[in-house]
């Protein structure tokens, strides 16, 4: 959550510099928006309530200049609500600083501050860690002391960039538990929640770890200890390309994300089968000693788990369990030495999945993080790490690393099954040929034409509900996800035998139901449930694969999906329900890429 960008260089360029890096940083939060610039020696802060286009304006409006140094935030509201007087930066006494994360403490602080006659103007915890850092300062009057000592008294999880008005030059970081990294550029440094903000400006940059403090300016970074000794890092090389944070022709970065979804798998199975099935066999880990495997993620990376939840537990035979990480690490997990607890995470640093994973490490079990930012703290931590490949997602609604959660949980569970035999030569053969199809068949259900017009039936209303059983009541899940965060519509997922114990009563006419139907098996119980909504005047838009006998009379409009083998299915099935979100989002004149109250990166549990 929040998103912070700072940079010190040589030319008065840094209102400039800092709006671009907040324009890239705003999926981490976009209710309100500051910068302080150092203008002839002082600080000069600028604020205002929503997004980054209005501290622009505000900008404009008050003729603010450019200094050589500045810092600069996006929030996305903890404490307080959004309004300028929140907006960071937050100054006290000689320290203005910009934060991302949450000051556990922060109520004992303020207190004991407030006591010592300190006052304060607005209901963040960052000013009362600008305070701290303040009245530290006021005490020893050493800058690397005085932060060294705010990093033991402030308790949870924050990156700061601070500048210090009798320093102006020079711009001090530290981070615990939230993401900062140092970009290096030529006569220019900056600092950020992540490399997006820098990178038209450089692709070098340092990582800086918890425990440490950094001094920055215009000629590179400093990095000491707490104790303040100096550490010696290494520059590392992004490889993130400049195309990879930018629109492109596409009207909004969540069609272009799900436009790019095959690539994806491209990468996928480029990396971990370039020759074929059983490559999988020596590209991922032996995992001879589990038997059982607990699947621990937040919202959509959930859903994805719960898709390889079906594939584990009904295909391979593997006991499963499948939970939201902030219920997991609370509910007392039964742990044993042959268990996998698996983290799916795309940012890597969803606060609640990350104390998931450090349970189940204190418990002596083995962790894998399935995350896209190679970078993040889950990819750091676990014991094993695998990469999603699916390249920086900047919508905030994930599509395409979810894809790559679904399509990576989806080898996963053939890697299993190849360990145990339970395929045989034919099978391998069949998931072979329809892996190398996936990509042109995902082509073309994005190109397919019946979005719009399934939007527009959707559009009008102010509820929806999406059914299907198996994997497709996994899938569902996922659907009413991405129509409820972007289009507002209130959706609901439903096991398809499920909506006669209750939830039907809410279908009226023309209530739009989506069912999904895809596995033969299931088909006959699926479709009585369509009838059963259908006959109480819903709206039945069915996505059903192309090998099921489907009375297309039973719905009113109809996606016909490949059918391929259960494995891959979630793969595919999954595009038409992205879609069908994004249009109906479009036609409702939703933000599509920043939901209201949204962030991309939930650091905060
Ligand atoms: C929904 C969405 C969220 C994330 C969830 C977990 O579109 O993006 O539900 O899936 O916040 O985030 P990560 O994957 O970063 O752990």
């Not at 007087?85 to 109520?107: D, F, R, S, Y």
């Not at 959509?300 to 902030?326: N, P």
Request: some cysteine; aromatic content about 6%; hydrophobic content about 40%.
């Amino acid at each position: 959550m929040c998103g912070i960008i700072a940079y010190a260089g040589q030319q008065a360029r840094s209102n400039t510099i800092l709006l671009e890096g907040l324009r890239a940083l705003e999926y981490r939060g976009y209710d309100s928006a500051g910068l302080a610039s150092v203008i002839n020696g002082r600080i000069q802060v600028i604020k205002a309530k929503g997004k980054v286009s209005d501290l622009q304006d505000a900008l404009a409006a008050a003729h603010a200049q450019s200094g050589t140094v500045g810092i600069a935030h996006t929030r996305w509201a903890t404490h307080g609500e959004p309004n300028e007087c929140n907006a960071h930066p937050h100054t006290n006494g000689i320290v203005t600083l910009v934060h991302n994360g949450i000051i556990e403490n922060c109520q004992e602080l303020k207190a004991e501050l407030i006591q010592k006659g300190y006052s304060f103007h607005s209901d963040t915890d960052s000013e009362v860690a600008a305070a701290v850092i303040n009245e530290a300062y006021q005490r020893c009057k050493d800058k690397q002391k005085t932060l060294a000592y705010a990093y033991t008294q402030l308790k949870g999880s924050f990156a700061f960039a601070i500048l210090f008005a009798d320093d102006p030059t020079s711009i001090y970081a530290m981070r615990k538990n939230s993401p900062l990294i140092i970009g290096i550029g030529t006569n220019e440094t900056f600092i950020a929640s992540d490399i997006s903000a820098f990178l038209s400006y450089t692709n070098r940059y340092i990582e800086l770890k918890h425990d440490e403090i950094a001094k920055v300016d215009e000629r590179g970074a400093i990095i000491k200890t707490l104790d303040g000794d100096f550490i010696q890092k290494t520059i590392k090389k992004s490889d993130v390309q400049a195309h990879d944070i930018t629109k492109g022709d596409f009207p909004h970065y969540m069609l272009k994300e799900i436009h790019e979804e095959s690539h994806v798998i491209t990468r996928l199975l480029e990396r971990y089968m370039p020759h074929g099935v059983n490559d999988l066999m020596q590209t991922m880990d032996d995992f001879a000693n589990i038997e059982e495997i607990h699947i621990v993620a937040c919202g959509s990376a959930m859903y994805a788990g719960m898709i390889a939840k079906v594939l584990l537990e009904q295909k391979v035979r593997i006991r499963t369990i499948c939970e939201v990480a902030s219920e997991y690490r609370y509910a007392n997990p039964l742990f044993h030495p042959h268990l996998l607890v698996v983290l799916i995470s795309q940012s890597g640093e969803t606060a609640d999945t990350i104390a998931a994973m450090r349970l189940a490490k204190e418990h002596g079990v083995k962790t894998l993080a399935l995350v896209n930012n190679r970078e993040s703290t889950m990819a750091r931590e676990a014991d094993l790490f695998y990469e999603i490949l699916a390249g920086k997602e900047i919508s905030v609604a994930t599509t395409k690393a979810y894809c790559g959660q679904v399509a990576w949980m989806a080898l996963f569970a053939i890697k299993f099954a190849l360990m145990r035999h339970q395929l045989n030569e034919t099978e391998i053969t069949v998931i072979q040929q329809e892996l190398s199809q996936l990509s042109s068949q995902m082509e073309q259900l994005i190109h397919a034409p019946h979005y719009k017009a399934i939007a527009a039936a959707i559009a009008p209303y102010s509820d929806c509900y999406f059914i299907g059983r198996g994997l497709d009541y996994a899938l569902s899940l996922e659907g009413a996800l991405k129509l409820k965060e972007i289009s507002y519509i209130h959706a609901e997922a439903y096991g398809a035998g499920e909506m006669k114990h209750g939830t039907i009563s809410l279908i009226t006419q023309g209530t739009p139901v989506i069912a999904i139907a895809t596995d033969a098996a299931l088909l006959d119980k699926t479709i009585s449930n369509i009838k059963e909504v259908k006959a109480r005047g819903a709206h039945v838009i069915l996505i059903a694969a192309d090998h099921l006998p489907v009375d297309k009379a039973v719905a009113d409009e109809a996606i016909i999906v490949p059918h391929l083998n259960p494995f891959l299915q979630g793969i595919t099935t999954i595009i038409p329900l992205q879609l069908i979100a994004y249009e109906t989002a479009v036609q409702r004149g939703c933000e599509i890429d920043q939901p209201r109250n949204l962030a991309k990166s939930v650091t905060v549990e």
